[in-house]
T-cell receptor, first 111, second 115 residues
Framework: QKEVEQNSGPLSVPEGAIASLNCTYSDRVSQSFFWYRQYSGKSPELIMSIYSNGDKEDGRFTAQLNKASQYVSLLIRDSQPSDSATYLCAVYKGSQGNLIFGKGTKLSVKP | EPEVTQTPSHQVTQMGQEVILRCVPISNHLYFYWYRQILGQKVEFLVSFYNNEISEKSEIFDDQFSVERPDGSNFTLKIRSTKLEDSAMYFC?????????????FGPGTRLTVL
């Protein structure tokens, strides 16, 4: 079983819609979860971190965590064409904090 | 806003040659990481570094790889004898603290092409 799984997409949504990105992880003791955005040819850019069950909102972004289901999601409200990128889910692992990444979901926001 | 920097942005080398990739972490950060991303694949952890020594390393980080903090600002990744399969984007990351709540910030990456 892969440690961090994401639907590779592409996920296509119209401008102004809500984009929903999902991630599951296999290690039940994982505590910290991160969403990164990666534009083509660029490096991962941290968008959100979440550590507790429930929702965490930051502007147009909401991260949701359900540890019982081993499930993390990212909602992007009022999606913009500039949100078109690959979204990477990452789970903290190890005593010194190395991250385990999923393959990412490619999001396309159509004007 | 402080950021992680990396040089060079693109490195082309011949198979068997040594390469050194350089990173300048954010100045008040204490924990440093190298990751790599082969084209079309996921970001993979290579090594973490704290207090001038390796904290953790992955299976990818074999004897061909080494890391060093030669001075107070630079953090380097050396590949001793490059192979074709080392072609990838290499990202340096840093964070201020360790533990579950560390947020890692990535540099722009070095694209390594091994011919």
């Amino acid at each position: 079983q892969k440690e961090v799984e994401q639907n590779s997409g592409p996920l296509s949504v119209p401008e102004g819609a809500i984009a929903s990105l999902n991630c599951t992880y296999s290690d039940r003791v994982s505590q910290s979860f991160f969403w990164y955005r990666q534009y083509s040819g660029k490096s991962p850019e941290l968008i959100m971190s979440i550590y507790s069950n429930g929702d965490k909102e930051d502007g147009r972004f909401t991260a949701q965590l359900n540890k019982a289901s081993q499930y993390v999601s990212l909602l992007i409200r009022d999606s913009q064409p500039s949100d078109s990128a690959t979204y990477l889910c990452a789970v903290y692992k190890g005593s010194q904090g190395n991250l385990i990444f999923g393959k990412g979901t490619k999001l396309s926001v159509k004007p | 806003e402080p950021e992680v920097t990396q040089t060079p942005s693109h490195q082309v080398t011949q198979m068997g040659q040594e390469v050194i990739l350089r990173c300048v972490p954010i100045s008040n950060h204490l924990y440093f990481y190298w990751y790599r991303q082969i084209l079309g694949q996921k970001v993979e952890f290579l090594v973490s570094f704290y207090n001038n020594e390796i904290s953790e390393k992955s299976e990818i980080f074999d004897d061909q790889f080494s890391v060093e903090r030669p001075d107070g600002s630079n953090f380097t990744l050396k590949i001793r004898s490059t192979k074709l399969e080392d072609s990838a984007m290499y990202f340096c990351a840093s964070t201020r603290t360790s533990g579950s709540y560390n947020e890692q910030f990535f540099g722009p990456g070095t694209r390594l092409t091994v011919l």
